[in-house]
C-alpha cells in the first residue's frame, strides 16, 4: 500500500486480533462504506444501480454464505440456489400474510426459514464427504425447486407461478415492488450486506470460525481436539443458508420484482460457487471481488464487440461469450488458483516493499 | 392417515401385482434407462479413478462428440470415416485439455479442479456451437426407433441396441484395466499419484490416454442418445442425471456405474409410474437424487466404492 504500518505496536491480544488492524485500514473502509451509502444513489443513473450495482450486492450477499459453509467449514454445497428460493418464497408469503411486519423483520425470518432447511438437508454431511456430499445438496436443490413448483400456496395460487414482490416502506420510504426508486433499493441491498459481512469477518475469527476451519482441514483431528463435528457442521449448513436466504429473499424484492423457480434452477448455485471460487476460498474480501467479477464479466463482455465495432449475430456473440468466460474461469484459476483474494494480498505485499524490494 | 398409508404402501405394489406385463415393461424400460445413463456416468469414473479429478464437462464432451459426429455425417463423410474422425477429434482434445488445463494445475486442491472442468464445460458449449451450429439436428445411424413385442411386452429396438452397446462397451473397458500395460498403469494411478510418478509411470500420458477413453465413452453416449432425442444442447444436461448413478455406484468404481445406473434407472420409472401420481408427477428431476441419497447414508462412499479409511 502506499502507507506503510511502521509504528503502530500491537501491545493487546485484542488489538492484534482486530478485524481491521491497521489505523490506515479502518480509515479507508469506514470512508469506502460511507461513501457507498452517500455517493452512487446521488451520482450513479438507474442503469448503474438496477444492473450493476444492486446484484452485485445481493449475490456479494450469497457468496460470502457459501463461503462461510464451503470455504470456511470445507462442505462442498451445490444447493445454494435452493436455500435463496427457500428465502424468497418465505418472504413472500410472509409479508402476503403480515403485510404490517416491517420488511427488515420478514427478511431475517426468511432468513432464518432457510436456515431451517439448511439445517435439515445439512444432516447427510455427517456421514457423507466431499464430492458425494456435493452431489447430495442437488438433490436439496432439485426437490426444493420442484415443491415451489408443484405446491401453489407458495405462490398464494397465483395462476402465472410467479411472486411478485409488493410494496413495502422502511422509516416511510418505499424500498420494495414496483414503486421504489432504484436508490431505495439500493441503499437497504447495501445496509444488509455491510451488515453481515461484519458480523461474517467476525464469525470466522472467533471460536466458531475456528472450529469451522479445523473441520475443514482435517475433520478427524478436530473431532479428537474436542471439536464437535454436528454441532461445527450444522451450525456452517444453518449461518450459511441463513445469508443465502436473505440473498434470496434480497433477489426478488430488491432486484427482479417478480420472479419464477427458473430464477433459482442449479445455474444460480454454480454462478454463486463460481464467485466463491475464483474471489477465494476462506476469505470475505474474495467474495466481494468474486461477485464483483462475474457480475460485471459478461456485461463487460456483451458490450465489447459493440464497442469495437463489430457486428455478429446473437448467437455468435453469446458462443463467443461462453468461450471468453469458460476461457478466463480457467485462466484465473491457473493464474492463481487462491482466488483474487490471494492476487489483492500478493499485490498489496508488493506495493508494501515497493520501491525497494529488498 | 390411514388412507394416505394405504395409497403409499399397498396400493402401488397391488397395481403391480395387477397387470406384471406392464410391471415387466417398466422394469425393462428402467433397465435401459438405467444403461444409458451408466454410459453416460462411465466415463465420469474413467477420469475420477485416475486423475481424481470429477469432470462436470463429461456432459458435455458428450455433445461435443455428438455434435462433431453428426456434422460430419451430414457433410457426406461414411459413416466409419465419421467415427474415426470424431475420434480423432476427442483424443486431440484430450490431449490439449491435459495440455492446458491440467498440467497448469497439477497438484492442485480437488475443488479446484472440478471449477477448472465447469470452465471446460462453458468453453466446450460456446466452442461446440459455434463449430457445428445450435440447431437441434437428428442423428440417424440406422438403428430404427420401432418396438416389437415378446409375450406382450414392447421392446424398443433401439433401447435395446444401446443396452447391448453398453454392456460390449464395458466388457471392452474391463479386459483394457485388467489386462494391458496401460490399463496396469491406470490403475497404478488411480492407486496412488506419487507412487506411481516414482516408479516410472509418466502421469502426463496416462492422464492423456484416460481422457481420451473417456471422450471414446462419450462418442458412445452420445450417438445413444443422439439417436434417441436428438442432437442438441439439452444433451448436455444428462451429466446431471449421472450424476445420483455415480455416487449411488461410488466414484471409482466401473461395475458401480453399471449397478448404480440400473438401479437408478429402474427405481426412477417405478417411482414415476406407481408413486409420481401421488404427488403431482414431474418428480424425475430429484428422485433420483433422493433415492442416492438414500443409498448414501447407508454406504457414505457409495455401493462400490473405495471404502474411507479415515486417520489423523
Not at chain 1, 418464497?89 to 402476503?96: G, N, R, V
Not at chain 2, 401385482?17 to 433397465?31: C, D
Request: aromatic letters at 12%.
Amino acid at each position: 500500500m502506499i502507507y506503510r504500518e511502521a509504528g503502530q505496536f500491537k501491545t493487546s491480544y485484542a488489538s492484534d486480533q482486530a478485524v481491521f488492524p491497521i489505523v490506515q485500514d479502518r480509515v479507508f473502509v469506514l470512508a469506502a462504506v460511507v461513501a457507498a451509502f452517500v455517493v452512487p444513489p446521488l451520482v450513479a443513473g438507474d442503469y448503474w444501480l438496477q444492473a450493476i450495482l444492486i446484484p452485485f450486492l445481493i449475490y456479494a450477499l450469497a457468496a460470502i454464505g457459501l463461503n462461510l459453509l464451503t470455504g470456511y467449514a470445507g462442505q462442498l454445497s451445490l444447493g445454494t440456489g435452493g436455500f435463496m428460493a427457500v428465502g424468497a418464497y418465505s418472504a413472500f408469503k410472509l409479508t402476503t400474510a403480515f403485510p404490517r411486519l416491517s420488511i427488515i423483520a420478514v427478511f431475517l425470518l426468511s432468513g432464518l426459514a432457510a436456515a431451517a432447511i439448511g439445517l435439515l438437508f445439512g444432516i447427510p454431511s455427517l456421514r457423507i464427504k466431499g464430492f458425494y456430499l456435493a452431489v447430495a445438496t442437488l438433490a436439496a436443490q432439485f426437490f426444493l425447486i420442484w415443491l415451489f413448483n408443484k405446491v401453489a400456496w407458495f405462490t398464494n395460487y397465483a395462476s402465472s407461478g410467479t411472486i411478485t414482490a409488493p410494496d413495502r416502506t422502511v422509516l416511510g420510504v418505499t424500498v420494495t415492488g414496483p414503486n421504489a426508486t432504484a436508490a431505495a433499493r439500493y441503499v437497504m441491498a447495501l445496509a444488509f450486506v455491510a451488515v453481515f459481512a461484519l458480523v461474517a469477518k467476525n464469525l470466522v475469527r472467533g471460536r466458531i470460525g475456528r472450529s469451522w476451519m479445523a473441520i475443514r482441514d482435517r475433520d478427524i483431528a478436530a473431532e479428537i481436539i474436542g471439536v464437535r463435528p454436528l454441532r461445527t457442521k450444522l451450525l456452517a449448513f444453518g449461518i450459511s443458508s441463513f445469508y443465502c436466504g436473505v440473498a434470496g429473499a434480497e433477489l426478488v424484492f430488491l432486484y427482479l420484482g417478480s420472479a419464477e423457480t427458473l430464477a433459482f434452477d442449479i445455474n444460480q448455485s454454480f454462478l454463486v460457487l463460481f464467485m466463491v471460487i475464483i474471489g477465494g476460498l476462506g476469505s470475505i474480501l474474495g467474495s466481494w471481488l468474486g461477485a464483483a467479477f462475474i457480475i460485471l464479466l459478461p456485461i463487460f463482455l456483451t458490450r465489447l464487440p459493440h464497442g469495437l465495432g463489430l457486428t455478429m449475430s446473437v448467437a455468435l456473440q453469446k458462443q463467443i461469450e461462453l468461450m471468453i468466460f469458460g476461457g478466463l474461469i480457467l485462466f484465473f484459476l491457473i493464474v492463481e488458483p487462491h482466488g483474487l483474494a490471494r492476487l489483492w494480498q500478493i499485490g498489496k505485499e508488493k506495493l508494501r516493499l515497493w520501491p525497494f524490494p529488498h | 392417515m390411514s388412507d394416505l398409508l394405504y395409497m403409499v404402501l399397498v396400493a402401488p405394489f397391488k397395481d403391480m401385482a395387477g397387470s406384471p406385463a406392464f410391471l415387466v415393461e417398466v422394469l425393462i424400460g428402467g433397465v435401459f434407462a438405467g444403461l444409458m445413463y451408466s454410459l453416460v456416468a462411465l466415463g465420469f469414473v474413467l477420469i475420477y479413478k485416475a486423475s481424481g479429478v470429477f469432470n462436470f464437462a463429461q456432459g458435455v464432451m458428450v455433445l461435443f462428440a455428438a455434435l462433431t459426429l453428426v456434422g460430419l455425417l451430414e457433410r457426406g463423410a461414411p459413416v466409419v470415416v465419421a467415427l474415426a474422425l470424431t475420434a480423432a477429434v476427442m483424443v486431440g482434445l484430450a490431449y490439449a485439455i491435459e495440455r492446458v488445463v491440467l498440467r497448469p494445475l497439477v497438484n492442485q486442491p480437488q475443488i479446484i479442479l472440478f471449477m477448472a472442468t465447469i470452465g471446460l464445460n462453458f468453453f466446450l458449449e460456446g466452442f461446440g456451437e459455434m463449430a457445428w451450429g445450435a440447431n437441434v439436428k437428428k442423428l440417424d445411424i440406422g438403428i430404427p426407433d420401432r418396438s416389437f413385442i415378446v409375450r406382450g411386452v414392447q421392446i424398443n429396438e433401439l433401447e435395446l441396441t444401446a443396452a447391448v452397446t453398453a454392456a460390449v462397451l464395458v466388457t471392452l473397458l474391463a479386459l483394457f484395466f485388467q489386462t494391458t500395460r496401460i490399463g496396469l498403469a491406470l490403475r497404478a494411478v488411480a492407486d496412488d499419484h506419487e507412487a506411481a510418478l516414482s516408479i516410472g509411470i509418466p502421469l502426463k500420458t496416462i492422464w492423456v490416454v484416460v481422457w481420451s477413453v473417456a471422450g471414446v465413452v462419450a462418442i458412445v453416449a452420445g450417438l445413444m442418445w443422439g439417436a434417441k432425442s436428438g442432437v442438441q444442447f439439452s444433451l448436455s444436461l444428462i451429466a446431471l442425471k449421472a450424476l445420483p448413478v455415480l455416487i449411488l455406484g461410488g466414484f471409482e468404481s466401473v461395475p458401480g456405474a453399471i449397478v448404480g445406473g440400473l438401479i437408478i434407472g429402474v427405481g426412477e420409472k417405478l417411482g414415476e409410474v406407481y408413486w409420481g401420481p401421488l404427488v403431482g408427477g414431474a418428480i424425475e428431476n430429484w428422485f433420483a437424487y433422493v433415492l442416492a441419497l438414500a443409498f448414501l447414508l447407508v454406504r457414505p462412499q457409495g455401493l462400490f466404492g473405495e471404502k474411507i479409511i479415515e486417520r489423523v
